[in-house]
C-alpha cells in the first residue's frame, strides 16, 4: 500500500525561527510534491522533486531516497507562513495518482 | 491571466439529490485534476483527464460519482443519490502537460454539505 507519512501534526514557532517538516513515504512512491494549504483553504504547489534539493526563496525542500525521506525547511519563519503543509507522494507502476500525507499545520507567532 | 475556477462555491443539498460541480482549468491546460478534502481528513485523489480522457477512475468513491471533460477544458463531477459522507470540499486542479510531475495550480474548492 502507498503511504504518506508526516510529522509533526502541529508545530508552533516564533517568528524568524527555523521550521522542518518531515516526510516518510513508503515504497512505491516515486516522487513527492509540497503543497501549501492558506487558512482560507487554497492550496499552492511550492516543490516537486525526485532526488535532491530545491530552493525557492526561504523555502528548500530535501529528499533521501535511500532513506525514503523529504523535508521542508522554512528559514526565518514569518506569521505569513502560518498554514497546513501537505506531502504528497507520486506513485509509480500502472495508474499515476498522487497518495497525500495528512499535513502539517504550522503556526508562527510574530 | 485567470486560474482555475470552481463553481458553485458553496452547495448545500439534502440526501439523496445529485450535484454537479464544475471546474474551468487555466486555458490551454491538458491535465485537470480532481481532489476531495473531508473535514479533519486529508487530501484525496479522485480522478485526471488527459485531454479528454480518464485513463484511471479506480480512485472515485463509488458509482455514485462520475465525472467528464469536453472539449479539452471544463471538467464536470456529477455525485448522483447524495450521502451525508459525500460532505467535503471538492477541490480541482490543472497542470500544462498532464504529468503528475509538474505543477498543479488549484481552484479556490466547491464546498458541499448534504444534510
Known amino acids: 500500500k502507498n503511504e504518506v507519512e508526516q510529522s509533526p501534526q502541529n508545530l508552533t514557532a516564533q517568528e524568524g525561527e527555523f521550521i522542518t517538516i518531515n516526510c516518510s513515504y513508503s515504497v512505491g512512491i516515486s516522487a513527492l510534491h509540497w503543497l501549501q494549504q492558506h487558512p482560507g483553504g487554497g492550496i499552492v504547489s511550492l516543490f516537486m522533486l525526485s532526488s535532491g534539493k530545491k530552493k525557492h526563496g526561504r523555502l528548500i525542500a530535501t529528499i533521501n531516497i535511500q532513506e525514503k525521506h523529504s523535508s521542508l525547511h522554512i528559514t526565518a519563519s514569518h506569521p505569513r507562513d502560518s498554514a497546513v503543509y501537505i506531502c504528497?507522494?507520486?506513485?509509480?507502476?500502472?495508474?499515476?495518482?498522487?497518495?497525500f500525507g495528512k499535513g502539517t499545520k504550522l503556526t508562527v507567532n510574530p | 491571466g485567470a486560474g482555475v475556477s470552481q463553481s458553485p462555491s458553496n452547495k448545500v443539498t439534502e440526501k439523496g439529490k445529485d450535484v454537479e460541480l464544475r471546474c474551468d482549468p487555466i486555458s490551454g491546460h491538458t491535465a485537470l485534476y480532481w481532489y476531495r478534502q473531508s473535514l479533519g481528513q486529508g487530501l484525496e485523489f479522485l480522478i485526471y483527464f488527459q485531454g479528454n480522457s480518464a485513463p484511471d477512475k479506480s480512485g472515485l468513491p463509488s458509482d455514485r460519482f462520475s465525472a467528464e471533460r469536453t472539449g479539452g477544458s471544463v471538467s464536470t463531477l456529477t455525485i448522483q443519490r447524495t450521502q451525508q459522507e459525500d460532505s467535503a470540499v471538492y477541490l480541482c486542479?490543472?497542470?500544462?502537460?498532464?504529468?503528475?510531475?509538474?505543477?498543479?495550480?488549484f481552484g479556490p474548492g466547491t464546498r458541499l454539505l448534504v444534510l
Open positions: 486542479a490543472s497542470s500544462s502537460q498532464g504529468l503528475f510531475w509538474e505543477t498543479q495550480y
Open positions: 504528497a507522494g507520486l506513485t509509480q507502476g500502472g495508474s499515476e495518482k498522487l497518495v
